[in-house]
């Protein structure tokens, strides 16, 4: 029985330590951070109180996430004698689910652009590695009698080339032989000697 083996390492707990690579953390804060936004917005909702949460990137860069809003969130607290008025809400809800939407689309497309382009490397990994199966990097070993015609008329102007390109060396080789006193090398063994 073949062993198919696994691809991917599957899910493990990772380690709680800096990452000391600038740009592994970078990355890491990227792919970790509307993860984190999300699940700021589900206590928020669970507990039914506003939150603000402000985390900075590994660059010092500041990000904030507030619920139902940032600006919400700091009027409450910039005036604590002024109540959230409930229309309030419902138009800044109203707006995070407008830019939820957003967001989301604009993930979905930018993912859909990756798979795309992810298929076209699979498509062309499989076209080289199927060439490389063919020879035909090696036009010369292409069976002749296996060619349609105008395969033939191919091979025949690269066969023609290669001709062309073994006399011009042929002519350049006589050319400093003829400089050579009294012998001539002609590469398969063979010397021909002038007299």
């Known amino acids: 029985m073949a062993s198919t083996g696994k691809k991917t390492r599957g899910r493990k707990k990772t380690p709680m330590k800096m990452i000391e690579n600038k740009e592994d953390r970078l990355v890491t804060f990227s792919k970790r951070r509307l993860g984190i936004y999300k699940k700021i917005s589900e206590l928020s909702i669970l507990c039914g109180t506003e939150i603000l949460f402000i985390v900075f990137s590994p660059t010092g860069k500041p990000f904030s996430f507030g619920c139902p809003s ?6 409450h607290f910039l005036s604590k004698n002024r109540p959230i008025n409930d229309n309030t809400n419902i138009l800044i809800e109203a ?12 993930y979905n497309e930018v993912h859909s652009q990756m798979d795309a382009i992810k298929r076209k490397k699979r498509e062309l990994v499989s076209a080289q590695q199927t060439s490389e199966t063919n020879n035909t990097n090696h036009w010369w070993k292409t069976p002749i009698h296996q060619c349609n015609p105008r395969e033939l008329d191919e091979l025949y102007s ?3 080339e290669l001709a062309h390109l073994f006399h011009i060396a042929w002519c350049k080789k006589i050319a400093n032989a003829s400089s050579m ?15």
Do not use: A, C, D, I
Not at 70 to 75: A, F, I
Not at 95 to 106: D, E, F, P
Not at 181 to 195: K, L
């Open 70 to 75: 940032v600006e919400s969130v700091s009027n």
């Open 95 to 106: 707006y995070r689910m407008v830019r939820t939407n957003k967001l989301v689309q604009h």
């Open 158 to 160: 690269r066969f023609s």
């Open 181 to 195: 006193p009294t012998s001539t090398y002609f590469g398969n063994g063979h010397h021909r000697r002038e007299f």
